[in-house]
């Protein structure tokens, strides 16, 4: 082991409950753990990124981190944390969401890298799929009570009236197969701790006492640990913007948009989102936590934070791509920076400006800047204003500075089919050719 696994977590605030013994595992020996997600999506957001870091720092402390995803369990649904049933999923849409999070998985794990600590994929539904209902009444279900199941708070909120519709057999069957999966990787890959979100407690709990029923003899030991769910100081859920859910992949959220959701994270979320989010040492982070609070204003404790989670989600080339983006608004740019951006990245930068559409012959034969400004698009009140404007050296074509001669041609389309005028520095306004 390179580091203190627990040691390392505990600083960052990443640990909410661990069962006894477990810092003593850690340390005794190279230790596998595992981690599951739920496909209830073909990809993952933010609210996963804390498990695929903690599986990082697993590998990284000189531990073997297992992800496992849910093919299987998530044909039941989770109970944990929700009031009410979820919809179930046909087989085509899960297999679908199952090889998605594979794929988003392994852009931050390398699975089977031939080291002694090589990171591995599973999926439950491959030794689930062959088990009949009589085999895991008799051989799973004989192991733990009912009593046991209903002790646990995913149950308890449940039943107590919580929810209109209780709970489902199905549901109630949940812990038992996330256990079930706990048994299968102790057996199978000698695996020793299960980790996820603090919510996660009851089914960890669950499977660390199936290890201990289903095998002979005291040596049988397996272990939690879990962390805390992340939230936001002000309250709000973490992990949506005013678009919805923050996603992991660039076609769900672009990466200008990914990156300014941690730029805009206030500063008492920043200083506990970098400890977690990032692998910045502690030196590091301390001495960024004083900068900040000398000076606030200049974010640099927010700056810091969506550089390293860009990062790490989508390259240092893409995060480089970002920053331009961010530039485009916020300093100085050229039409050539504009027409340098793919179109999705510019809607995004000008998400709102309100905009209006010409034809494309229009802009065949050069669209004069009183017909952009006011005759075709009412960016301007009148063609006085547009004039007015033009005179007083204020209007902008992809931030380019025009007059009055000046005619908008096919060379200034970005994306082949929008130009940016501007009036001073903050009034935007589109033009859509179509």
Not at 90 to 101: C, S
Not at 147 to 154: G, L
Not at 238 to 263: C, H, I, M, P, R
Request: aromatic share 10%; proline share 2%.
């Amino acid at each position: 082991m390179t580091k203190n696994l627990v040691e390392e977590l505990r600083w960052r605030g990443m640990i909410h409950d661990m069962m006894p013994g477990t810092e003593e595992q850690l340390q005794k020996e190279m230790t596998t753990a595992y981690i599951g997600f739920d496909p209830t999506s073909d990809s993952l957001h933010i609210g996963s990124l804390v498990p695929i870091i903690l599986l990082v720092h697993i590998e990284k402390a000189g531990h073997k981190p297992i992800a496992l995803v849910g093919g299987a369990t998530g044909m039941i649904g989770d109970p944990s944390g929700k009031s009410d049933e979820r919809n179930l999923l046909n087989e085509e849409a899960l297999a679908k969401n199952v090889e998605g999070i594979k794929r988003t998985l392994g852009r931050f794990l390398k699975f089977d890298n031939g080291t002694k600590n090589s990171p591995i994929l599973v999926n439950n539904y491959d030794w689930m799929k062959s088990f009949s209902f009589i085999e895991f009444a008799r051989d799973v279900g004989k192991r733990i009570t009912v009593n046991y199941m209903m002790a646990k708070d995913s149950v308890k909120k449940r039943i107590s009236g919580d929810s209109s519709n209780g709970m489902s057999f199905t549901e109630f069957t949940y812990q038992l197969i996330q256990g079930y999966d706990f048994y299968h990787l102790y057996k199978t890959y000698n695996c020793k701790l299960q980790m996820g979100g603090s919510d996660q407690w009851g089914n960890i709990t669950t499977g660390t006492e199936l290890v201990r029923r289903m095998n002979v003899g005291e040596e049988a030991k397996a272990f939690a640990m879990t962390c805390p769910l992340i939230t936001k100081a002000d309250g709000s859920k973490f992990g949506k913007s005013e678009g919805g859910n923050v996603w992991l992949d660039a076609d769900k959220t672009s990466v200008y948009k990914f990156y300014q959701f941690w730029l805009n994270t206030s500063d008492e979320d920043a200083e506990k989102y970098i400890k977690i989010f990032t692998f910045l040492d502690k030196d590091t982070i301390d001495n960024l936590i004083a900068e900040h609070k000398e000076a606030p204003h200049v974010r640099v404790l927010q700056k810091r934070l969506a550089e390293e989670v860009t990062a790490f989600v989508h390259s240092k080339e893409e995060l480089e791509k970002a920053i331009s983006a961010s530039n485009i608004l916020f300093g100085k740019s050229t039409a050539e920076d504009l027409k340098s951006l793919d179109e999705q990245t510019f809607l995004d930068i000008f998400e709102g400006v309100p905009q209006a559409s010409v034809s494309s012959e229009d802009i065949k034969e050069g669209l004069s800047m009183i017909d952009a400004l006011s005759a075709k698009t009412n960016f301007l009140k009148s063609n006085g204003d547009a004039r007015r404007a033009l005179k007083e050296n204020s209007i902008a074509v992809n931030k380019d500075k025009v007059n009055e001669d000046f005619s908008i041609t096919t060379n200034d389309l970005i994306a082949n089919k929008y130009v940016l005028l501007q009036r001073g520095k903050k009034n935007y306004f589109l033009l859509q050719v179509s």
